[in-house]
C-alpha cells in the first residue's frame, strides 16, 4: 500500500495510532473513485472470527502492543462503513467524511474495550462508532444546529415517519401532502428531502459504474446473535428505567428543560425556553449543563459502562 494513501487518524492517542487506509482524494487521479478505492483497500483485511478476535482482544489489553491494536481496527474497518450507511441519509456531504469520523469511534473502542467483561468487541465498537458519527453530523449539518428554525427541526425529525405513516394509508406522500400535515410550507419539505434523500447510498449498488462489486460485497455479517439482541435490550430497558428515575429528582424548570431539551422527539431551542420560562437564555443553558453533569454522575454509578450512552452529550460540561 503506498505511503501517501495513508493517513493516521488518531494522532493524539500514541498508544493506538495505526495508519489506517483512509484515502486522500487528492493524492488519486480524477478518474478514481475515493470511495471505490478505499473499499478495495480494506477488502485486502480478513475478518476476525470471534475466538481470534477475543484472543487479540485481550493480548492488546494486557501488553498495549500497537501492533495488536493495528489488527483489531482494520478487522473492523468494513463495521465501520456498514454503520456509516445507516447515517448516511442525513448526510449531504462526502461519505468518506462518515467514515473517517467512525474510524476515530473504532479507535477510541480499542483503547477502552475490557475483553474480560464478556461483550463482544464489535458489539462494544458499535457504541462508540454510531457516537462519533452521530456527533459529528449534528455538529456539522447546519440544519440540526441550534438555530435553525421550528419548521427545520420538525422536518428533519419526523419527514421519514410522516412518508411512511402516508405511504402505509395508500397515499403517495407527495411535498404537498406532508407539508399540510406538519404545517409547513411545501418548498421546505422540498429542500429537505433533497437533503435526506437524495444521496442515499444502497448497499446494492455498484462502487463504481464499471464494476459488478457491491457495496454489500465488502461488508461482513455485522446481524447480532440473539444472546447480544437480548443483552442490548436489558440495557437499553435498564437505561430508560434510569432516566424515568433522574426525572424523578427534577422539579420546576429543572424538569421542564431536560425534558424539553434532551427527551422530546423535538428540543426546544434556548430562546423558545427562556420565553417560556420567562428567563434569559443564557440561565436556560446553566441549568441545562448542570442538569447534564447530574445525569452523567447519576448514569455513571448505576449503570456499567455508562458511557456508550453518554457519548452523545456535550462534552465541554
Given at each position: 500500500?503506498?505511503?501517501?494513501?495513508l493517513?493516521?487518524?488518531?494522532?493524539?492517542?500514541?498508544?493506538?495510532s495505526?495508519q489506517?487506509?483512509?484515502v486522500l482524494?487528492?493524492?488519486?487521479?480524477?478518474?478514481?473513485?475515493?470511495?471505490?478505492?478505499?473499499?478495495?483497500?480494506?477488502?485486502?483485511?480478513?475478518?476476525?472470527?470471534?475466538?481470534?478476535?477475543?484472543?487479540?482482544?485481550?493480548?492488546?489489553?494486557?501488553?498495549?502492543d500497537?501492533?495488536?491494536?493495528?489488527?483489531?481496527?482494520?478487522?473492523?474497518?468494513?463495521l465501520?462503513?456498514?454503520?456509516a450507511?445507516?447515517?448516511?441519509?442525513?448526510?449531504?456531504?462526502?461519505?468518506l467524511?462518515?467514515?473517517?469520523?467512525?474510524?476515530?469511534g473504532?479507535?477510541?473502542?480499542?483503547?477502552?474495550?475490557?475483553?474480560?467483561?464478556?461483550?463482544?468487541?464489535?458489539?462494544?465498537?458499535?457504541?462508540?462508532?454510531?457516537?462519533?458519527?452521530?456527533k459529528?453530523?449534528?455538529?456539522?449539518?447546519?440544519?440540526?444546529?441550534?438555530?435553525?428554525?421550528?419548521?427545520?427541526r420538525?422536518?428533519?425529525?419526523?419527514?421519514?415517519?410522516?412518508?411512511?405513516?402516508?405511504?402505509?394509508?395508500?397515499?403517495?406522500?407527495?411535498?404537498f401532502?406532508?407539508a399540510?400535515?406538519?404545517?409547513?410550507?411545501?418548498?421546505e419539505?422540498?429542500?429537505?428531502e433533497?437533503?435526506?434523500?437524495?444521496?442515499?447510498?444502497?448497499?446494492?449498488?455498484?462502487?463504481?459504474?464499471?464494476?459488478?462489486?457491491?457495496?454489500?460485497n465488502?461488508?461482513?455479517?455485522?446481524?447480532p446473535?440473539?444472546?447480544?439482541?437480548y443483552?442490548?435490550?436489558?440495557v437499553?430497558?435498564?437505561?430508560?428505567?434510569?432516566?424515568?428515575e433522574?426525572?424523578?429528582?427534577?422539579?420546576?424548570?429543572?424538569?421542564?428543560?431536560f425534558?424539553?431539551?434532551?427527551?422530546?422527539?423535538?428540543?426546544?431551542t434556548?430562546?423558545?425556553?427562556s420565553?417560556?420560562?420567562g428567563?434569559?437564555?443564557?440561565?436556560?443553558?446553566?441549568i441545562?449543563?448542570?442538569?447534564?453533569?447530574?445525569?452523567?454522575?447519576f448514569l455513571?454509578?448505576?449503570?456499567?459502562?455508562?458511557?456508550?450512552y453518554?457519548?452523545a452529550?456535550?462534552?465541554?460540561?
Amino acid at each position: 500500500m503506498k505511503e501517501e494513501n495513508l493517513y493516521e487518524l488518531d494522532q493524539a492517542s500514541s498508544e493506538v495510532s495505526p495508519q489506517l487506509p483512509v484515502v486522500l482524494e487528492e493524492s488519486l487521479p480524477a478518474k478514481f473513485d475515493p470511495l471505490q478505492k478505499y473499499l478495495r483497500e480494506i477488502s485486502k483485511y480478513p475478518v476476525l472470527t470471534r475466538e481470534e478476535e477475543e484472543q487479540l482482544a485481550k493480548a492488546y489489553y494486557e501488553t498495549k502492543d500497537p501492533r495488536l491494536a493495528y489488527k483489531l481496527v482494520v478487522s473492523n474497518l468494513k463495521l465501520v462503513v456498514k454503520i456509516a450507511l445507516e447515517f448516511q441519509k442525513f448526510w449531504a456531504h462526502n461519505f468518506l467524511d462518515l467514515i473517517q469520523e467512525g474510524n476515530l469511534g473504532l479507535l477510541q473502542a480499542v483503547k477502552k474495550f475490557d475483553p474480560y467483561k464478556g461483550v463482544k468487541f464489535s458489539y462494544y465498537a458499535s457504541f462508540w462508532i454510531k457516537a462519533y458519527i452521530l456527533k459529528y453530523i449534528m455538529d456539522n449539518w447546519k440544519l440540526v444546529k441550534m438555530g435553525t428554525t421550528q419548521a427545520q427541526r420538525k422536518l428533519f425529525y419526523k419527514l421519514r415517519k410522516e412518508k411512511e405513516k402516508l405511504a402505509a394509508l395508500g397515499f403517495e406522500p407527495t411535498s404537498f401532502e406532508i407539508a399540510k400535515r406538519l404545517g409547513v410550507k411545501e418548498k421546505e419539505v422540498e429542500e429537505m428531502e433533497q437533503r435526506m434523500f437524495s444521496q442515499d447510498l444502497s448497499l446494492e449498488a455498484p462502487v463504481a459504474h464499471d464494476s459488478e462489486d457491491t457495496l454489500a460485497n465488502f461488508l461482513k455479517d455485522t446481524r447480532p446473535t440473539p444472546e447480544e439482541i437480548y443483552a442490548k435490550e436489558e440495557v437499553l430497558s435498564k437505561f430508560k428505567r434510569l432516566l424515568k428515575e433522574f426525572a424523578q429528582t427534577l422539579s420546576g424548570k429543572d424538569y421542564i428543560i431536560f425534558y424539553e431539551r434532551l427527551l422530546a422527539e423535538e428540543p426546544k431551542t434556548l430562546n423558545e425556553l427562556s420565553q417560556k420560562l420567562g428567563i434569559s437564555k443564557e440561565r436556560v443553558r446553566q441549568i441545562e449543563e448542570k442538569i447534564i453533569k447530574n445525569l452523567k454522575k447519576f448514569l455513571e454509578e448505576r449503570l456499567p459502562d455508562a458511557q456508550y450512552y453518554t457519548l452523545a452529550l456535550p462534552e465541554n460540561l
